[in-house]
């Protein structure tokens, strides 16, 4: 089996960035859409392939989370060789990052299955095609559900607890319920298996000697592609981003936020799907979060610039140690030519009146 590289602080600081909807064909033959007249000429897949470039070296994320379509079913003629190409400036960066399957994926020649074993095996991917500790043997629906924990700083008191936790879950394609074609959701299982991970991780927290690590909260943030129905309510309320398309998708609300509310450590979902909308607003105290269209394949808003969302962790310092993540924040780089940062907001602070 090859061992994980985990995502390792850079002092206090991690950044991971969010890559939603790259829908990547074959490369050069994959001409844009929905990009201006005067920007088509020499637009494809590699204009996607350069972005993601652009934004590993302006960010220096320490992770990348892609929240796909990562590969644009249809149009791809040979699914590895088009992941390879789409993932390809994520490996060549040697940083870990991790992946979900959204609703294209497998239009191609692999299956769901296929596809998330092979990710799973690319170089530096951290993503599992499901969890490989699951004690109690249960069957979990879809693949790719799993997580990855953040350690404290190596050498700190914290080097052996999980300060932040990044669940990433597989939200299925397309299921027909009760006659009629609707889009897939998070099944019972994966939330079960979700609740379990997360009982043992506060558990351990409690277990812990360290009186600091009993006391301070490790929160999580959760990855997976297709919205939960909830977020069409925030139509309107207070967001920072846009929501310019209307949230299709499933019919069935399986209960994934009152979950999350119920479990408590899990403070944001980041979501794709829908390219045209990238907010982030708050329901009962979990922010959900879009990705904003990545690949200049997919559809999008002719001069409505391409975009990606970072996400950053900051560990807080009591009197002379780490005391665990007191901050997340978040924004959004656009694929402009100064990659233009935007909508930079405060999602988590535990300890705002320091
Ligand atoms: C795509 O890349 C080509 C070649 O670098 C460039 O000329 C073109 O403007 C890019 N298109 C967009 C929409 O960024
Ligand atoms: C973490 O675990 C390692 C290996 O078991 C051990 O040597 C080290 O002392 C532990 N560190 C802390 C802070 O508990």
Not at 8 to 18: D, F, G, H, N, T
Request: glycine share 10%; charged share 20%.
């Amino acid at each position: 089996m090859k061992s994980i590289t985990t995502p390792k602080w850079r002092q206090s600081l991690l950044y991971l960035a969010l890559v939603a909807d790259m829908h990547y064909g074959m490369g050069m033959t994959s001409r844009c859409r929905n990009v201006m007249a005067t920007e088509f000429e020499y637009c494809s897949d590699l204009n996607t392939t350069r972005f993601l470039k652009r934004m590993i070296e302006a960010e220096k994320p320490d992770f990348i989370a892609f929240t796909e379509d990562n590969i644009c079913g249809k149009s791809t003629t040979d699914a590895a060789e088009s992941l390879l190409k789409a993932f390809g400036p994520a490996i060549e960066s040697g940083l870990p990052w991790g992946a979900v399957l959204g609703n294209h994926d497998q239009k191609s020649t692999m299956n769901r299955q296929g596809l998330m074993h092979f990710i799973s095996l690319m170089d530096y991917s951290v993503a599992q095609t499901n969890p490989s500790i699951n004690a109690a043997k249960q069957h979990i629906d879809g693949f790719g559900n799993y997580d990855l924990k953040v350690y404290g700083p190596p050498g700190s008191h914290l080097a052996n607890n999980s300060v932040f936790n990044l669940f990433f879950l597989d939200s299925g394609d397309r299921e027909i319920v009760q006659g009629v074609s609707t889009y897939g959701w998070i099944r019972e299982s994966q939330l079960s298996w979700l609740r379990g991970v997360s009982e043992q991780l506060q558990g351990q927290k409690q277990d812990s000697n360290d009186e600091l690590v009993r006391a301070w909260p490790a929160p999580g943030i959760v990855f997976f592609h297709i919205p939960v129905p909830e977020m069409q309510e925030l139509y309107d309320k207070e967001i920072v981003g846009q929501f310019q398309q209307a949230v299709s998708c499933s019919k069935v609300n399986s209960g994934v936020l009152q979950t999350l509310v119920s479990i408590g450590d899990v403070k944001a979902v980041f979501v794709g799907h829908h390219h045209t909308n990238d907010f982030c607003g708050n329901i009962e105290g979990i922010w959900l979060c879009y990705g904003g269209g990545f690949g200049y394949h997919a559809y999008g808003r002719a001069g409505w610039p391409r975009r990606a969302r970072v996400i950053l962790a900051e560990l807080g310092k009591g009197e002379n140690e780490w005391v665990g993540v007191e901050r997340i924040k978040t924004w959004k780089r656009l694929a402009d030519e100064k990659l233009s940062k935007i909508d930079e907001q405060v999602l988590l602070e535990v300890w705002p009146s320091r």
